[in-house]
């Protein structure tokens, strides 16, 4: 059963507060690669809700370089994910700026109208959204610093977890039907 839990946006902002200048050496650094941006702004919202979703096809997830969904760490794979999963792992929607919170993601797209770096919000300044990012690693940066031809906002509206029913657990396993609900 799914069970909707709140995105704790604490967690996920002391979680960029340590690593925005820093690589957790849990994750690969893809920096070099075509950025570590969106990795570490899912890391962030890893760190709000502990819940990945391990679906092959349409999951975010990571386990290892070689053990990741595109989403984790593709710009366009995060956008689709976040704003279309129904089962287990973070969702949210694309918003307006009013209604942008810490812990949110931004997402810049370029002149030639393709999405290209992630941020989180990691606070507000007289009017100003403040977010922190990798490859050009930064902690409460003005988002207005930045130089983009487009943006969107992506509000993490809470996650979804797996629970076990127990009595139906105990009474299928009971029956000799199943060792899970």
Request: net charge negative; proline share 2%.
């Given at each position: 059963?799914?069970?909707?839990?709140?995105?704790?946006?604490?967690?996920?902002?002391?979680?960029?507060?340590?690593?925005a200048y820093e690589r957790n050496p849990l994750f690969y650094n893809f920096t070099?690669?075509?950025?570590?941006?969106?990795?570490?702004?899912?890391?962030?919202i890893y760190a709000g809700c502990c819940e990945m979703n391990y679906d092959e096809?349409?999951?975010?997830?990571?386990?290892?370089?070689?053990?990741?969904?595109?989403?984790?760490?593709?710009?366009?794979?995060?956008?689709?994910f976040i704003t279309t999963n129904t089962l287990n792992g973070p969702f949210g929607?694309?918003?307006?700026?009013?209604?942008?919170?810490?812990?949110?993601?931004?997402?810049?797209?370029?002149?030639?109208?393709?999405?290209?770096?992630?941020?989180?919000?990691?606070?507000?300044?007289?009017?100003?959204?403040?977010?922190?990012?990798?490859?050009?690693?930064?902690?409460?940066?003005?988002?207005?610093?930045?130089?983009?031809?487009?943006?969107?906002?992506?509000?993490?509206?809470?996650?979804?977890?797996?629970?076990?029913?127990?009595?139906?657990?105990?009474?299928?396993?009971?029956?000799?039907?199943?060792?899970?609900?």
């Amino acid at each position: 059963m799914l069970e909707v839990k709140p995105y704790n946006r604490q967690h996920a902002y002391a979680y960029a507060a340590r690593w925005a200048y820093e690589r957790n050496p849990l994750f690969y650094n893809f920096t070099g690669i075509g950025g570590d941006c969106t990795s570490f702004v899912s890391q962030c919202i890893y760190a709000g809700c502990c819940e990945m979703n391990y679906d092959e096809v349409n999951g975010w997830y990571y386990s290892g370089i070689n053990d990741r969904s595109p989403s984790w760490a593709g710009v366009s794979f995060f956008y689709g994910f976040i704003t279309t999963n129904t089962l287990n792992g973070p969702f949210g929607y694309e918003t307006d700026i009013e209604s942008v919170e810490i812990g949110d993601a931004v997402q810049l797209m370029n002149d030639m109208d393709r999405y290209y770096h992630t941020l989180i919000v990691t606070g507000f300044d007289n009017g100003s959204i403040l977010v922190s990012a990798h490859s050009d690693d930064a902690f409460n940066r003005r988002l207005d610093s930045y130089n983009y031809a487009g943006v969107r906002y992506i509000h993490i509206e809470g996650f979804r977890e797996y629970v076990r029913d127990k009595e139906v657990c105990f009474n299928n396993f009971y029956e000799g039907i199943s060792l899970h609900s």
